[in-house]
């Protein structure tokens, strides 16, 4: 995703550090983990025949697991921006180096 404002850049990075905060969230966790097991205990318990049953606690299962992958992107998509801000600092501060030598 290109940036093409500070305001998008640092709205990315504020985006990641809240996912990243949801993520460590024992509440959050708690909540992701309960599903999953719901999810899991009820592919357990269903009828070996219920394939639309089986299909559907399949893609829950990986709607959950979307979603954390979507926190994650979001993550390391603010890392890269913050990398970026600093690299761009130190290229802007190596200008102004030669500016004043």
Known sequence: MK???NLDQIDLID?????QQLLNDPLVKGAFE????GLVNAMKQSPLGDYDMH???TVSLQLLAQVERQFRNWIAE???EKARA???RLERIADWRKLIA
Request: no cysteine.
């Open 34 to 37: 309960a599903v999953e097991s």
């Open 3 to 5: 940036v093409s404002a």
């Open 78 to 80: 603010g890392s890269l």
């Open 15 to 19: 985006r990641a550090a809240r996912a």
């Open 86 to 88: 600093k690299q761009s």
């Open 55 to 57: 299909h559907n606690l």
